[in-house]
């Protein structure tokens, strides 16, 4: 669970000697490539990616989803404490644990899926 996955993450606040374009021209390795700047990664701050904390599934007919009413509970494939699944753009990205901050929801990530892995 949490502190399993460490992850090497780039000092953003250092900037690219050569002029940025490091994602460009590297062929280092990947320890090497992980030394990136803010700039490096600075044509994909735009790019909208769409983020989904899924609690859990549940099937039902038509029949029993056109009966629900406000206070009506639908049982989920999971159980209380259970990881939650969190998708970037579909892509299972990580699991964590549901939180409140102040009077919201939030998500804290207690794994990070690796490629391959689900």
Do not use: C, W
């Not at 050569?18 to 700039?39: C, F, I, P, V, Y």
């Not at 404490?81 to 102040?102: K, M, Q, S, T, W």
């Amino acid at each position: 669970m949490a502190g399993q996955d460490d992850v090497d993450l780039p000092d953003l606040a250092q900037n690219d000697p050569q002029g940025g374009d490091a994602l460009l021209r590297s062929s280092g390795t990947q320890d090497e490539n992980a030394k990136m700047s803010s700039h490096d990664l600075e044509a994909v701050y735009d790019v909208p990616v769409t983020v989904s904390a899924v609690l859990g599934k549940s099937a039902m007919e038509v029949s029993e989803l056109l009966k629900l009413a406000k206070g009506n509970i639908v049982e989920l494939d999971r159980k209380v404490g259970e990881a939650i699944d969190i998708f970037v753009n579909n892509r299972l990205v990580a699991r964590g644990e549901v939180v409140l901050v102040e009077d919201r929801l939030g998500v804290t990530m207690t794994e990070i899926i690796k490629t391959g892995q689900n």
